[in-house]
């Protein structure tokens, strides 16, 4: 029977890592994301159907001026592009509670197939009877080959912000 599993915002978290000048990491959280997750089992989310949207204009790497500039039209747009969304096409077992989760991910105006890897953390019934599932996602993408391209280089030649973006999910799912 299937089973449809609703993300609690409120227990979970999107967070981003990008380096800067190649010193350093800079890491930023979106704060507004909302994602479904629909299995054929109530206990086997290998079959699960995952749709997952973060609100761009929600950005937050703890530095306003530069939360502004990623809200531009120098990297998402978010007036014209309000939400990045990821939707699944396939779950595959990696081995015990790790999986291999494709999908197609947009951001502005470009889709591509990415993949992510999964952690399950288990289930669980809280205090309040709600029973929850938890995951830990990872993955790294490009943000050239999503149409983020704007770029600076320093007087020495550095890069000012690197192509790779680390993407790091830590989500509650509640059964509905």
């Known amino acids: 029977m299937a089973t449809t599993w609703k993300l609690d915002p409120t227990?979970?978290?999107?967070?981003?890592?990008?380096?800067h000048l190649v010193i350093t990491t800079v890491t930023g959280y979106f704060r507004s994301f909302d994602g479904t997750v629909v299995t054929e089992n109530e206990d086997d989310f290998s079959?699960?159907?995952?749709?997952?949207?973060?609100?761009t204009s929600s950005i937050d790497t703890n530095q306003s001026q530069r939360d502004e500039h990623l809200k531009s039209a120098d990297f998402f747009n978010a007036a014209q592009h309000p939400q990045i969304v990821f939707k699944s096409t396939s779950i595959e077992?990696?081995?015990?509670?790790?999986?291999l989760l494709i999908g197609d991910l947009t951001i502005g105006e470009t889709t591509k197939p990415v993949k992510f890897n999964v952690e399950f953390g288990?289930?669980?019934t809280d205090p309040y009877g709600n029973f929850k599932a938890g995951f830990e996602v990872t993955g790294k993408i490009s943000r050239k080959e999503f149409g983020l391209?704007?770029?600076?280089?320093?007087?020495?030649?550095?890069?000012?912000?690197?192509?790779?973006v680390k993407l790091q999910a830590s989500v509650q799912f509640v059964k509905q």
């Open 122 to 124: 288990g289930t669980v």
């Open 93 to 99: 077992e990696k081995g015990d509670d790790e999986f």
């Open 149 to 164: 391209t704007w770029s600076a280089v320093t007087e020495a030649g550095a890069v000012v912000v690197s192509d790779d």
């Open 11 to 19: 227990h979970s978290e999107v967070a981003f890592k990008v380096k």
């Open 47 to 55: 079959t699960g159907k995952i749709d997952f949207t973060i609100d």
